[in-house]
């Protein structure tokens, strides 16, 4: 069974920084485009990166700065460091990985994860 499983998130002060993790797994062909979002209370899911297979990277608007997205392909998981973190920045963070599975690769999805909740607050 295909899954993604985000880890890292927790409390942190304003001006801190946390590492988030998401390790996709199970029988999969191939890991295409993985990628950060994020849903803060009473707003509107937000994109904040995305990153290829071979390394290329998009940032949402206002992310690129204090996050930083990379990704390790023998461990299947995709990275986001995020500094300078504000008060703004409290939501639940979820990842998201386009995934080819199957023993010929033939199915193809966006899986998503459950989200790892980052509390921002003095």
């Known amino acids: 069974q295909v899954q993604v499983l985000e880890s890292g998130g927790g409390l942190v002060q304003p001006g801190g920084s946390l590492r988030l993790s998401c390790e996709a797994s199970?029988?999969?062909?191939?890991?295409?485009?993985m990628g950060w979002y994020r849903r803060a209370p009473g707003k509107e899911r937000e994109l904040i990166a995305t990153?290829?297979?071979?390394?290329?990277?998009t940032y949402g608007d206002s992310m690129k700065g204090r996050f930083t997205i990379s990704r390790d392909n023998v461990e299947k998981t995709v990275y986001l460091q995020m500094n300078s973190l504000k008060l703004d920045d409290t939501a639940l963070y979820y990842c998201?990985?386009?995934?080819?599975?199957?023993?010929?690769?033939?199915?193809?999805?966006?899986?998503w994860g459950l989200g790892t909740q980052v509390t921002v607050s003095s």
């Open positions: 990153i290829s297979s071979d390394g290329i990277t």
């Open positions: 998201v990985a386009d995934i080819q599975w199957g023993s010929h690769g033939g199915s193809r999805k966006h899986f």
């Open positions: 199970g029988t999969i062909f191939r890991l295409n485009d």
